[in-house]
C-alpha cells in the first residue's frame, strides 16, 4: 500500500503487459503438451472462447470456432437477433471507414428491438452443425429471453456485462437475482465481468460454471477514460484465481472456472492470462483480425453503440489470415497475431509444463 | 520517502493519470444515485463548476451552464471585463491558428486595463438571467474590485491565481490578508489554487467556504517546465481531503468543499477526483471543446499572457457538441469527452454509490 | 516480491535500459585497459562474438570478424549449408523490402535441407583463413552433425536455442543428454540460451564453457509478444555470474564464461552487459548495420522463419560503416553504433577499471 | 537498494524530469527575492554561467552574457583558439543542416592545433569589455597552456571534462595533479564534471572553487548509449550537495560552489536543480536557441568531435530571441525557453524564498 496523499492508500494493480514469465530449467517437447479444457459437460480441444461481439461472432464464425476445438459465443442482443438479415447492416458498416459519425450510426443501427424468434433461429442454427452452443445476454435482459434460450437447448449461456455483482440495486423495478436465475436455468451459466476477489465469490456461490474476468473489453474500451475505472487483468485474474480456490473449500470441491475476458490482443497474453491463474481465456480483437471475420476489417464491442454514453470505440484491425490460421495456424505473420492454440502449447513445452493446470503455477516477473 | 541523493529525501506525489477506480462488488441502477450538491445557499444538480477563463466562459455560457445545472464562474479580469465588446477580439484569436507570435499578442489583448463598470454589468447580465453568479478575480486585483462585485450581488465570489497561500510576503505595499478579506466579503468566497495540506488548511481557516486544488491548470500549463513547480492532482486532492477533515473538527463543523480545478481532461478524470475525496471539480478544457464556446476551437488560461514570463499555451481543442450535450448528454462520442453528469452516475451506479459524499471512500488502485 | 493479486507473487527484472554505470572516483588512460579474452585455449583481442545469424555472419564476415580479433559464429543451419550457392538468395530477400509476405518467404527458403557437406566446406573456408572457427546449431540438430563438425576441427562449437535446458523432456525420441553430449565432444561447448540462474548453473555443469544468457534475441524478436516470456537481460546476466560464482566453489575452479546474448543494440549495450556480471557478449544487430554484411541492410534470426510459429522480424537497419570501423572504430557516428572495442575500452578508462574481470564489480543505479 | 539479480544490487537514481517541486504554505513578492550570486571575488546578478560550448559563447557572447550578470566561460580548445578567423567555419557548420556527414566533417574541423596567442587574443577581449573572464580547458590541455592563461588575468579557470576524477592513473605520462595544480594557479579553479558523492569531495580537496556536477553534458550526449554511463542529474546534485556540507566541516568552513552542468533545457529544470542543491547552474541549451547565439540554430559539444569515438550530436535548435530576452526576459514563449532569470525568481516568490541558499532546502516530489 503506497499513500495517494494524507487521506488516501492504494495498492498497485498490474495489467498483462506490466508482467512477463520467465524460462524455467526445464523444457518439454510440443507433442507432451496437453492443452484440453474441460469445462462442464463438455472437453475442448483448448481454452479458448470466442467474444460474443457482431465484428468477431457470427452463426457462421461460431460454428467454425467451435469445428476447430473452442468455444463460439454468439451476441443475441447483437445485429443477428435484431435484424433478419444483418449482412447489409455490416456492409455498411465496413464501408463507414474511421467516420466521426459513426459512434451516432452504431446508436441508430442498436436502437432496433430484440427479437425473440431470431435468438431462436440463430442458436438452431449453430446447434445443427453439431458443435457447442453458447449464447450471451447482459444481465439487463438475461430475465426476459431465459426461456427462449432454454428451449433451443444451449450448452453455455453467458451473462456478460461491463460489470456484473452478485448484489445489485434498484429502485423502479426487482433486481436480477443471479442466485436464483441460475439455480432456475438448467443451461449451465457463465457470468461476468468481474474485477475483485470478493465480486468473483459472490458470482462463484450464485452457482456459476464460470466466471468472466475483466471490466468491459478489450484495447477499444475507453471505460477507463469515461468512467475513471480500470481493470489491470493480471491482478484481476490473479485474485479470482483466489475466489477460485476459496470457493473449491468453501463448497467442498466445487471448481469455477475462470476465464479471462478482454485486454488479450496477441497469443503472448493469452499464454500470461493462464499463468496469472486463469482456466481460460475469452478473445475478441485476435478474431476480429481474421479474414472471414463478420466485421470485415472493423472491431467494436456493446460498449460502442450505448445509447447516452458510448464508452468504446470502433476500431480497424489489419486483417492477418483466416480464423482457421490464427487458431490453429500456421502463422505467416512474426507478430503474435496467429496460431493461437500453437502459441500456447509451445509455451509451456518452452518452459517445460504439461497442462494448463500446472502452468499456472510458473513464476511472473515485473518487467 | 526514497532518497533522491545524500541530502535530499522526497514523497512520490500521484496524477489523476497514475490511478484508477476498480469495480466494488456492488451494482446500483443509475436512478438510485443522487448527484446534488450543495454549496452554501445554493443547490446544484451536479458537482461541476465552468472555470473563469475566456475560452470557456462568456456572459452566456455561463447563464447556459447553470441553466443546466451547475456554476459557471466569469473571468472578471478577462475580455469581458476589458473590452466593451470582446467579440471582435474572439474572432482575431480563432482566426490566429497556430502561429508563434500568439503569445505576444495576448499579451498585447490583455495589457488593456479592466473596467468595473464592465465587471458590473457582465455580473448583471447573469443574474438577470435567475442563475447562480460567481465571478473571479486574482488576489492581486481582489481587493481593488471587491466593492464592485459585492454591488452587483454575486452567490460566489472566486479568488483564483496560480499559487494562492494565506501567508504572502510582500515589501512594498501590503498584502492581501485574506482572512480579514473574506470576514468582511458578504459573498461567499472560494480561494485557491492550492496544492498541500498546509495550505489547504490555512485556505480553509480564512472562512473560504470552498477551496480550489490546484496549480494554475490545465493541459495548457507549462508551469512544471518554466517553474519545476508542479501539482500531481490525486496527491494534492486527497491531502485538502484530509484538511478538510481536520479543520471540519477544529472548526467544530464547518465543511469547507475541496474542489478539484484542473488536469481533468476527460469524464473518468473528474470521477477520480471525486473518488481522491474531492466535493466538487471545476472544468475548463472539457468545455472548451464545446461548439458554442467562446474560445471557437481555440482554449488558453491566464498564465498564457502574463507579461513578462507566459507559463501556459494557446492549444486548438477538437469541438465535440454543444455545452449542453458536454455536461448533460446524450454522447455520441466514444471517447469520454461528453455526458460528463452522466458518466458521473454511471461510475457511482457501477460501483454501487449513492452519493459522491460516500464515494469518496471508494478504493483506489495504482496503475 | 510484489503482490501481483492475491494468489501471484512477482520480482521485479530489469533490462539493459532499466541500469546505468554511475562514473566513479577514479580515471585512467585508455592505454592502461586490457580488453583481451581468454576463453578455453584461446585468447581474444576483445570479449566480443558474432552471432551466428545469416543477416550477420558469412564465411567471409566470420573471418573478417576473427582477423579483427574476436569469434565469429557461422550459423550451420542457415543459408550456407542449405544452399550451394546462398548469394542469390541473399540479393533476393534484400531486394524484398519490408513487404507482408516476407515471412512466408523465409519460411519457404529455410524448408530446404541442411547438407552435411556444406557444413564441412564453409567451416573448412574459415579455417583456412587461420582465425578461431565456429560453428553453431540448435539443439535439435546438435546431434545429428557432432561428427561432422568435430571432423573439421572447430575451436567452438556453439548450441543454440531460444530456450535450453539442461532437463528436456520428449516422448517420441530420446532428448538430447547435453552432460553426455558435451563429455563426448572434443570440442568445447558454448551452449545457451538460458535466462535464470538454475538453467545456467545446470548447463554449467554439463561441462560447457561457456553459457549464452538470452532468450532467442535481439530487437527483432517477438517471444515477449508471442510467448508472454521476456528476459530482461540486466537481471539475467547477473543471476548467470552468480551461478558460475557458485559452480566455480562447486566444481573446484572451473570457470565457466557468461556470454550475454542479445538486445545490445549499441555500445553502452555491452558496457552494461559486462557490469552485470558478464565475461564477453555476443553481437547480432549492430554488426548487421555494417556496409558489408551479409544482409545488405536487413536483419532477422532463426525464429523469423518458424514453419508454424514464427517469432521474429525481418528489419531494416541502416548502414553505417564496414565491419572493421563498428568493430575497431574510428567512429564518425554520434549514435553509439560504431568502434565497440574502442567504447569498451574508454568505459573501462573512464570508470578506472583495467580489465573486464574487475569491472565486473563496479556499481550500477536504477534509471 | 533493489536486487537486479542473485549478485548485483543497485540505488534508484532520480533525473531532473523525475522530480519536481511543490508549492508550499507561503507565497513572496517578486521584489522581496534576492538571485545574487557570490563566488570568490565577485558577485553576479543570478546563479548562471554559460557552458563553454562553441555553439553558445564566442568572445561577443561571452561579453554580453557577463554584462546581463552571468559568468560567461569561453572554450579555449574550441574554434576560436584553433581558427584566426572562425567565423567562416561557424558559417559553414550553420549550412550543413542535418547530414549525415556532419560527424566527420567536425572532426576534420577540430583536427587542427590550438594556439595559444589565441587564447591570449580572446581572453583579453573579453577582458577589455570589462566582465569577469572565464575560459575553459580539458584535463588534457589545462597544463599546457596555464601559463597562458594566468598570463592574461582571468577571473575563473575552468577545467571541464567528462568525467574528471582526483585520481587518475596514466602510464606513458605524469597525470595531471589537480591539487598540486591548482594550488599552484593563481586563478581560481572551477573544476568536474563530476557524479558522485566521493569524487565530489575530491575535488573539493583540491582547492577547486567550485565543481561542476553533470557527466558531459546535455540532451545531445550520446554517452548513455555509447559508454552506458549516466548521471541522473537530481541525484548527482544531491550527492555532491551533501559532500559540500561534509567538506565544510572537514576543512573548517570552506564553501566550494556545487553548479550542475547540462541536462537544463527549461527554466524548470534550473530551478529544480537549484532545490536540488546546487548553488549555480552552466546552461548551454537554453543558450543555443539565442537568435545571436553563434552556433545560428544548430547546438554541437565537445564530444560531438571526438576523433575515435564521438560521443554526441549536433542538434538543431528552434530560436527563440536573443540572448538578452532568453536571460532576463521579457518572455514571449510559453514553453520555458526565455527569461531564465524571472523564472527563477518567479519559482523562488511563488514558494516563498528570499534566496537561492534557503531555496535549496525546499521539498520535492518524485512525479
Known amino acids: 500500500m503506497d499513500d495517494i496523499g494524507r487521506s488516501k492508500r492504494a495498492e498497485r494493480a498490474f495489467s498483462l503487459d506490466d508482467v512477463a514469465i520467465m524460462p524455467t530449467r526445464r523444457t518439454r517437447a510440443m507433442e507432451t503438451v496437453d492443452l484440453e479444457w474441460k469445462c462442464d459437460a463438455i472437453t475442448f480441444s483448448f481454452p479458448l472462447l470466442a467474444a460474443p461481439m457482431d465484428s468477431v461472432m457470427s452463426p457462421r464464425t461460431a460454428i467454425e470456432f467451435g469445428r476447430l476445438g473452442g468455444l463460439g459465443v454468439l451476441n443475441l442482443e447483437g445485429l443477428w437477433t435484431r435484424y433478419e438479415d444483418p449482412l447489409p447492416v455490416l456492409e455498411e458498416l465496413a464501408g463507414m471507414g474511421a467516420d466521426?459519425?459513426?459512434?451516432?450510426r452504431l446508436q441508430e443501427?442498436?436502437?432496433a428491438p430484440i427479437r425473440a424468434e431470431l435468438i431462436t433461429e440463430r442458436l438452431r442454427q449453430i446447434r445443427e452443425?453439431?458443435?457447442?452452443?453458447?449464447?450471451?445476454?447482459s444481465p439487463q435482459n438475461a430475465q426476459e429471453f431465459a426461456e427462449v434460450i432454454e428451449g433451443v437447448g444451449c450448452d453455455f449461456f453467458v451473462i456478460r456485462g461491463t460489470a456484473v455483482s452478485a448484489q445489485h440495486v434498484a429502485r423502479?423495478?426487482?433486481?436480477?437475482?443471479?442466485?436464483?436465475?441460475?439455480?432456475?436455468?438448467?443451461?449451465?451459466?457463465?457470468?461476468?465481468?468481474?474485477?475483485?476477489?470478493q465480486t468473483a465469490l459472490h458470482l462463484m456461490r450464485t452457482g456459476a460454471a464460470g466466471v468472466l474476468v475483466g471490466f468491459g473489453g478489450a484495447a477499444m474500451s475507453t471505460n477507463a477514460q469515461t468512467l475513471g475505472i480500470e481493470v489491470p487483468m493480471a491482478?484481476?485474474?490473479?485474485?479470482a484465481a483466489e475466489a477460485r480456490r476459496d470457493y473449491l473449500d468453501e463448497s467442498g470441491g466445487r471448481y469455477v472456472h475462470v476465464i479471462a475476458d478482454g485486454s488479450m490482443?496477441?497469443?503472448?497474453?493469452?499464454?500470461?492470462?493462464?499463468?496469472?491463474?486463469?482456466?481460460?481465456?475469452?478473445l475478441g480483437t485476435p478474431l476480429a483480425r481474421a479474414t472471414d471475420a463478420p466485421g470485415k476489417g472493423w472491431h467494436w464491442g456493446p460498449e460502442a453503440w450505448h445509447q447516452s454514453l458510448p464508452r468504446g470505440r470502433r476500431v480497424h484491425m489489419e486483417q492477418v489470415g483466416s480464423l482457421a490460421e490464427i487458431i490453429a495456424g500456421p502463422s505467416h505473420s512474426p507478430d503474435g497475431e496467429m496460431n493461437f492454440a500453437g502459441a500456447?502449447?509451445?509455451?509451456?513445452a518452452t518452459t517445460g509444463y504439461t497442462d494448463v493446470k500446472s502452468f499456472q503455477r510458473i513464476d511472473l516477473i515485473i518487467r
Not at 344 to 348: G, K, S, V
Open 172 to 197: 423502479d423495478h426487482e433486481p436480477l437475482d443471479l442466485a436464483k436465475f441460475i439455480h432456475e436455468m438448467e443451461v449451465p451459466v457463465i457470468v461476468g465481468g468481474c474485477a475483485t476477489y
Open 129 to 137: 452443425a453439431d458443435v457447442p452452443v453458447a449464447g450471451a445476454l
Open 109 to 111: 443501427i442498436y436502437a
Open 344 to 348: 500456447l502449447r509451445r509455451a509451456l
Open 235 to 239: 491482478t484481476a485474474i490473479s485474485d
Open 265 to 282: 490482443g496477441y497469443c503472448g497474453d493469452v499464454v500470461k492470462a493462464l499463468a496469472c491463474g486463469a482456466d481460460a481465456a475469452m
Open 100 to 104: 466521426a459519425g459513426v459512434t451516432a
